[in-house]
């Protein structure tokens, strides 16, 4: 992440569940609950959805990455502590993240998750990836070309957000 600038932009790769995070939380609210989990969960049993095996992301970066050196200036796996945690460790002490939350549509295990576990919304963005399993930086020239490359390889990406540079009486990444 030595290279990344204010104005860089923010792009998300779609997860495909939970991934391995949050199982804590999600053994807490079925406890609380108690959801039928072998009902139909928007056409499957919510236990299929729950147990989704994480996506992998390597054949697609490393497609992207191969376009040219520099291209891809971070990335973050988002895992355990969440969109919140984890973007912010590619960024230097004098840049933060401004994401979008309206960017991504957040896919209804999440809304699911939120709503039958009285979930405060920063504790979501926290703990889950809340629909966003991977982030890539890249400079706004690029960000077109690299999502086109990342959809070439069978990705759903949208633009999160941008780079900035952070004021010291902000928090270390917004979500707006």
């Known amino acids: 992440g030595s290279t990344i600038r204010p104005g860089d932009v923010v792009l998300g790769l779609a997860s495909s569940g939970a991934h391995s995070n949050g ?30 095996p994480t996506r992998i992301y390597v054949k697609s970066l490393l497609a992207l990455m191969e376009k040219r050196a520099g291209l891809v200036k971070g990335m973050a796996h988002i895992t355990g502590g969440g969109l ?3 973007v912010p460790r590619v960024l230097a002490e004098n840049l933060t993240a401004v994401l979008k939350k309206d960017a991504w549509e957040m896919p209804y ?59 010291s009486f902000f928090a270390r990444m917004p979500l707006a």
């Open 109 to 167: 295990l999440f809304q699911w998750l939120q709503g039958a576990g009285n979930v405060d919304a920063q504790e979501m963005y926290r703990v889950f990836n809340c629909g966003i399993g991977m982030v890539v930086i890249v400079a706004p020239e690029d960000a077109e070309m690299a999502a086109a490359q990342l959809r070439a390889t069978g990705e759903t990406v949208c633009t999160l957000g941008t780079v900035e540079a952070r004021d």
């Open 23 to 52: 199982y804590s939380l999600i053994r807490k609210i079925i406890e609380v609950s108690q959801p039928n989990l072998d009902g139909d969960f928007h056409g499957r049993p919510l236990r299929d959805v729950i147990m989704e």
């Open 84 to 86: 919140l945690d984890n």
